[in-house]
């Protein structure tokens, strides 16, 4: 609501009559309290008057260019550990408040534009970018797009690393050939392993052997960088084996140094049943095996292969990979 009377500072005027004074004065106290109350308590008691209500800071077109609070030469000594800014209040509402809010309309500021920056001797300590990317103590925790970037940092020193990295979903086949035979191929990034982390590799599938004429005995091959960390066979399929399931998990674990890893193995092949649609079988082979002493350098991207050789170059053996995921782990 807007005042009674417009600010004056020329009245009274050295020539107005002294008997004016009183209605001048008056106005001056209605002009002064009707600016006052808008904000604060006045005319409430002496304990009250003047304390602020609330802030408004006026609409766009007064304020342009200009630092809307600023504060400065705040000092604590001594023992004192007063906050320089205190919000203390109660929600009893069915509503939904927000205690702190900011809303920008953003047209063409600069892209490191910041929401929020706190900043201890001038080097900032945490801050929030206008694309919502989080940063703390020169470390980016989550990216413009939602992600924590970075997990493993001694912010989070005791969470676990669980990120898939690599992932297939189309089936692979081998059938007809004798020869070894890639079924999966990814590039590990670089970095992943460091010195203390680990890659986990499971890979699902199949394996048939209907009428080869003999038990066939399958190769698998798992490289990394271009070095065979893992050569096995997989097991010994029978001859009129529908089907068997395959699964084989594979671990490769940084032992203290980027250049230094530990490999391990477990394969499983289940009784023949036919289980193209995934059923659970019981286990007709287990096999494991373990290699250390790998000296791969893990600071660059690596390429992770498994292939299969198989036994027999026939129509009626054939071995397939229906999915394959690649983790990162800790």
């Known amino acids: 609501m807007p005042a009674t009377n417009s600010w004056n500072e020329t009245s009274p005027a050295g020539t107005d009559l002294v008997s004016s004074l009183d209605n001048t004065i008056r106005a001056k106290l209605l002009d002064i309290r009707e ?10 008691d002496t304990t009250s ?4 209500i609330n802030i408004t800071i ?42 702190v809010e900011v809303a920008i309309t953003d047209t063409a500021s600069n892209a490191a534009s910041l929401l929020f920056n706190l900043l201890v001797g001038g080097v900032s300590k945490f801050k ?48 007809s050939t004798a020869v070894e035979t890639t079924v999966f191929t990814g590039t590990v990034p670089a970095g992943t392993l460091s010195t203390n982390r680990g890659i986990e590799l499971t890979l699902v599938g199949n394996i048939e052997n209907t009428g080869s004429g003999g038990t066939r005995n399958p190769v698998v091959t798992i490289k990394y960088g271009g070095t065979t960390v893992f050569t096995g066979i997989l097991g010994s ?11 084989l998990r594979f671990l490769l674990y940084a032992q203290g140094a980027t250049d230094a890893q530990t490999a391990e193995v477990v394969s499983h092949v289940g009784k023949d049943d036919d289980a193209a649609g995934g059923a659970l079988t019981a286990v007709e082979t287990t096999r494991v095996g373990f290699k250390r002493g790998l000296a791969v350098d893990s600071t660059a991207n690596q390429t992770l292969l498994v292939t299969v050789t198989p036994d027999l170059s026939s ?16």
């Open 35 to 44: 600016r006052m109350e808008l904000e604060h308590y006045w005319n409430d």
């Open 237 to 247: 399929i029978a001859d009129g084996a529908n089907r068997c399931a395959w699964v």
């Open 49 to 52: 008057d003047g304390k602020h």
């Open 58 to 99: 006026a609409g766009a077109g007064v304020i342009a260019n200009k630092a809307l609070l600023a504060a400065s030469g705040g000092s604590l000594t001594g023992s004192n550990a007063q906050s320089w800014m205190s919000i203390a209040g109660t929600w009893n509402t069915t509503g939904t408040p927000t205690a």
């Open 315 to 330: 129509a009626t053996f054939s071995i397939r990979v229906d999915s394959v995921r690649v983790t990162q782990i800790a």
């Open 128 to 175: 929030v970018g206008k694309d919502g990317a989080v940063t703390v103590s020169g470390v980016a925790l989550i990216t413009a797009a939602g992600k924590i970037t970075s997990i493993s940092s001694t912010y989070f020193a005791d969470l676990p690393v669980v990120k898939t990295i690599l992932v297939k979903t189309a089936d692979t086949e081998v059938v």
